[in-house]
């Protein structure tokens, strides 16, 4: 099933097709017809003839009709609707004014640039949320679902969770599941914003609206299609752009207090100047009907909306997930970052760092043994060996009999010959410590460093035959993703469960300087509470599953969740490959969205006092105000929309 946005209005059946094409295009229209009637009276009104000076004055208000209904129904039902007044009004009243003192076609220019300012409005409006359109798009409507022998071509939203469906390459997976059958490379870019190509192979996730590359795979159905991942981005971002930010929140209170202010100040030039000034009362009522146009908060109140959907457009196409614009706009002042170590700052998983043997055995050698006994075993110790083995090409030989020792080691038969994997004291405490002597400390052209690693000896009938150490290793990307943010000047701290031994280990890897050790899920928020304090505006980055109370009660909280639900439902930021530079980018990306829209507010701002001064003086006609005003509005969405570059 294909993600929906929802409308209230249904097409009707008897509409022909054209009208639903013209509708996106009906304000340009409106605008074009508009200014072609505002030609159209220039011409007549030029002529010097009566009637062509009542002609000129139909087409005037032709341009009033054609140009201004929208906006004035708008206006109208606005007011009613949250009894406020709104910037459309003032338009019309402006309007209206002009054409009671004889401006007709300074009106008609004042409907028509507005009428041309909504519609571009809408146009960049709509420009950012076709992004989100266009992801909506990549999901497939029809799937090849396999039942037996038979292949039968069914509706997606037909699909049930253990369904098996064939996806041939270069075609779309249609929902979330596991590949039963075959490998291939998909393309996840949709999702993520990774441009590389993921390997997949049997078990492997893959998600709906991500492209299949390469080879021929069946994949057994997981999520039904309302629940896809794909279908939870949609709705997450659909989400935040109907979310105001603070910024937004205040424009908007700004709004109605500001129009009342205006039409109190139009008032005052219609009177005042009269008696202090000596203005005649044509003059007058004309300055206050430009004052109408120019006071106007248009540029003001599109400083914000423009920049905000931009901005999370943009981070959804990257893969950074915003769930709400006051999210967006409190990331860009964060201070400092609280990083959770283990599936954060680390994979998450054990992997074998050093092996070190007995003279009389080889590396290969002992490491067949070790995966051998290991392989029955769950620990994640055990995998991370066996794993180890395997990637080094090496068969696993077959123990007579095996036993876990809980909380100490394995222990197994080979050939008759007994071998003990485990803790120091479960192969030999004086044995290990004089092996390490022998074997480790002397032989290692560095001092051999056991600083966080955990080690797993290995003891045959001989004695000590190795010991292999395994350590949850550093994500590549972390130092480069730990540097940027320090260049950009913010702090970084990490909060862990684990011994410090560990902690620091990693940290030094990474570069982080404070480091909170032992530190369980109940502590981490007092931990931030403590961060609040000393440096504001503090994020939490966790893998959104363990970490829950410490991304809630961070002022951002950042979830390293691969797009796992846990991941989606608990932070404020989501990112969907797990890739830690994108933190820099988003950070970047809120700070740039809200030095737009200081600029947008400082330049409106300043343009109405240089337009207001310029009235007062008599030096500004209406049709110069109105270019003025609308001018600035259009500059200000443009400006927001540079985000989208």
């Not at 013209?22 to 074009?32: M, S």
């Not at 109907?242 to 207090?257: D, K, L, N």
């Not at 056991?450 to 190795?466: F, L, N, P, S």
């Amino acid at each position: 099933m294909k993600a929906e946005i929802r409308t209230l209005e249904q097409p009707l059946e008897w509409v022909p097709s054209w009208v639903g094409k013209i509708k996106p295009h009906l304000e340009w229209i409106a605008a074009a017809i508009s200014g072609l009637f505002i030609f159209i009276g220039w011409l007549l009104a030029g002529s010097g003839h009566d009637t062509a000076s009542a002609a000129s004055v139909a087409s005037y208000v032709a341009a009033y009709i054609i140009g201004g209904f929208a906006k004035a129904r708008e206006g109208i039902l606005d007011t009613i609707e949250h009894k406020k007044l709104n910037v459309e009004l003032l338009m019309i009243l402006a309007a209206i004014g002009s054409a009671m003192t004889g401006y007709w076609m300074e009106g008609a220019v004042l409907i028509f640039i507005f009428a041309l300012s909504g519609a571009l409005e809408t146009y960049t409006m709509n420009k950012s949320r076709r992004e989100i359109s266009a992801l909506m798009e990549l999901q497939p409507e029809e799937a090849l679902r396999v039942r037996g022998d038979e292949e039968e071509k069914v509706p997606v939203r037909l699909l049930r969770v253990g369904d098996i469906v064939l996806i041939k390459p270069g075609e779309r997976i249609p929902a979330d599941g596991k590949i039963v059958m075959g490998h291939t490379y998909v393309d996840e870019s949709a999702l993520t914003g990774e441009s590389f190509p993921v390997s997949k192979s049997l078990q492997a996730e893959v998600f709906a609206g991500t492209v299949n590359l390469r080879g021929t795979i069946r994949v057994e159905v997981t999520k039904p299609a309302s629940e896809t991942m794909f279908q939870k981005i949609i709705d997450l971002v659909q989400k935040a752009e109907s979310e105001q930010s603070p910024s937004q929140q205040f424009i908007e209170r700004f709004e109605g207090h500001y129009v009342i202010g205006v039409l109190i100040g139009a008032s005052l030039m219609l009177f005042i100047p009269q008696f202090a000034l000596g203005w005649s009362w044509s003059e007058s009522f004309y300055r206050a009907m430009v004052f109408l146009v120019i006071a106007s908060p248009c540029a003001i109140v599109a400083s914000v909306m423009p920049a905000v959907l931009s901005a999370i457009s943009v981070g959804a196409k990257r893969g950074i997930l915003f769930k709400g614009g006051v999210h967006l706009e409190t990331l860009g002042k964060v201070r400092a970052i609280a990083f959770d170590k283990t599936g954060t700052l680390t994979k998450g998983k054990p992997e074998v760092v050093d092996i070190i043997v007995r003279d009389d055995l080889s590396e290969e050698q002992l490491l067949q043994y070790a995966a051998s006994i290991e392989q029955y075993s769950n620990h994640p110790l055990a995998r991370a060996i066996v794993q180890y083995a395997e990637n080094k090409g090496l068969g696993k030989l077959a123990p007579e009999h095996m036993e876990d020792i809980d909380g100490f080691g394995v222990q197994g038969w080979i050939d008759g010959k007994l071998w003990k994997l485990g803790k120091m004291d479960f192969v030999g405490r004086w044995e290990a410590e004089q092996f390490l002597d022998k074997y480790a400390h002397a032989n290692h052209a560095q001092p051999f460093d056991m600083k966080g690693k955990t080690a797993v000896y290995v003891r045959d009938e001989q004695g000590i035959a190795g010991l292999i150490t395994l350590q949850d290793t550093l994500r590549e990307e972390a130092v480069i993703a730990l540097k940027e943010l320090k260049r950009a000047g913010i702090r970084t701290v990490m909060l862990t469960g684990d011994d410090r031994a560990s902690a620091e280990a990693i940290a030094e890897q990474c570069g982080i300087s404070d480091v909170v050790a032992n530190c369980l899920p109940d502590k981490k928020a007092d931990e931030l509470a403590r961060l609040k304090q000393r440096y504001g505006t503090v994020a939490m980055v966790g893998d959104g599953i363990n970490d829950a109370p410490a991304l809630a009660s961070a002022s951002i909280g950042i979830a390293m969740g691969g797009g796992t639900d846990a991941a989606l439902q608990t932070a404020d930021v989501v990112l969907m490959n797990n890739d830690l530079p994108r933190i820099t980018e988003a950070i970047r990306l809120s700070r740039r969205m809200n030095r737009i829209v200081k600029q947008n507010i400082a330049f409106s701002l300043a343009v109405i006092a240089l337009l207001m001064i310029s009235n007062f003086m008599q030096s500004l006609n209406l049709p110069m105000g109105v270019l003025g005003h609308e001018g600035s509005t259009l500059l200000v969405i443009l400006n927001g929309l540079r985000l989208l570059r």
